[in-house]
């Protein structure tokens, strides 16, 4: 099931947004993998996804700690179980 991007996905931070929708991106290639998909294929969608994932959640995380964001804990265990 293709997922797409609601206004209300927004968290109003340009950067974290576009990070956001790029995620959505990378969830959506993993919805088009089918039969005919190789496995080096397969095996890119995933990498770029988790890879990408990491460096955003480290970006965001530093994010919230500069602004002093007082969730930044509970966000940060979000991610760990994530």
Wanted: a negative charge; hydrophobic letters at 35%; glycine letters at 4%.
């Amino acid at each position: 099931m293709i997922m797409k991007w609601v206004p209300e996905y927004n968290t109003g931070i340009d950067v974290i947004d576009d990070q956001h929708r790029r995620i959505l991106d990378y969830i959506n290639e993993i919805d088009a993998i089918d039969v005919n998909t190789g496995r080096e294929r397969v095996k890119q969608i995933l990498e770029n996804i988790i890879d990408y994932t990491q460096s955003h959640f480290t970006f965001e995380e530093s994010l919230q700690e500069e602004a002093g964001y007082k969730y930044r804990v509970p966000h940060k265990r979000v991610h760990e179980i994530s």
